[in-house]
T-cell receptor
Framework: NAGVTQTPKFQVLKTGQSMTLQCAQD?????MSWYRQDPGMGLRLIHY???????DQGEVPNGYNVSRSTTEDFPLRLLSAAPSQTSVYFC????????????FGEGSRLTVL | KNEVEQSPQNLTAQEGEFITINCSYS?????LHWLQQHPGGGIVSLFM???GKKKHGRLIATINIQEKHSSLHITASHPRDSAVYIC??????????FGAGTRLTVKP
């Protein structure tokens, strides 16, 4: 089993470009989530989903869109990238929404010029 | 003000020392997680707590729900324990908040 797979691992964008960070899990976990990690700020929750067809906003959702059409996939879309979105992004999943162990992807480093 | 406060921010220890990292939070939670982030950037879950105490090898995690406080202890610390340790809290609505992390360096 691969666990949680994030792609791409590195990406450089110009301001205004769009892109999608992919997250896939093969553990059949209902809960999936996206975080950004910035120096001195710690991890911050962007969006999360408790199952296919259900998404919700976390602490810092502005500038990001998500969808959950299948249990396995939870893509994060940047429609018009801004330098403030330069960060390391992590995807994570867990089996039971509130009390399950978190499993993280390896992270995606995004630079917006 | 962060909803989750960790202390200390940085910690340097000699190999073999007993280490304690603290986490305080401001509102009621459904679960508390302790995570470890290695120098290469990967994040792994160490513990998930909703009450009491858990032990895994040299690591012990405790939580006091009434005082809104949790501690992570490392006994007989080793240089391979050097990492950033992150406290995270989960709420009933599935939202989560994270502490800024504690950077631990264990010297041989």
């Amino acid at each position: 089993n691969a666990g949680v797979t994030q792609t791409p691992k590195f990406q450089v964008l110009k301001t205004g470009q769009s892109m999608t960070l992919q997250c896939a899990q093969d553990m059949n976990h209902e809960y999936m989530s996206w975080y950004r990690q910035d120096p001195g700020m710690g991890l911050r929750l962007i969006h999360y989903s408790v199952g296919a067809g259900i998404t919700d906003q976390g602490e810092v959702p502005n500038g990001y869109n998500v969808s959950r059409s299948t249990t396995e996939d939870f893509p994060l879309r940047l429609l018009s990238a801004a330098p403030s979105q330069t960060s390391v992004y992590f995807c994570a999943c867990r089996l039971i929404p509130n009390t399950g162990e978190l499993f993280f992807g390896e992270g995606s480093r995004l630079t917006v010029l | 003000k962060n909803e989750v406060e960790q202390s200390p921010q940085n910690l340097t220890a000699q190999e073999g020392e007993f280490i304690t990292i603290n986490c305080s939070y401001s509102v009621g939670i459904s679960a508390l997680h302790w995570l470890q982030q290695h120098p290469g950037g990967g994040i792994v879950s160490l513990f998930m707590l909703s009450s009491g105490k858990k032990k895994h090898g040299r690591l012990i995690a405790t939580i006091n729900i009434q005082e809104k406080h949790s501690s992570l202890h490392i006994t007989a610390s080793h240089p391979r324990d050097s990492a950033v340790y992150i406290c995270a809290v989960g709420y009933n609505n599935n939202d989560m908040r994270f502490g800024a992390g504690t950077r631990l360096t264990v010297k041989p």
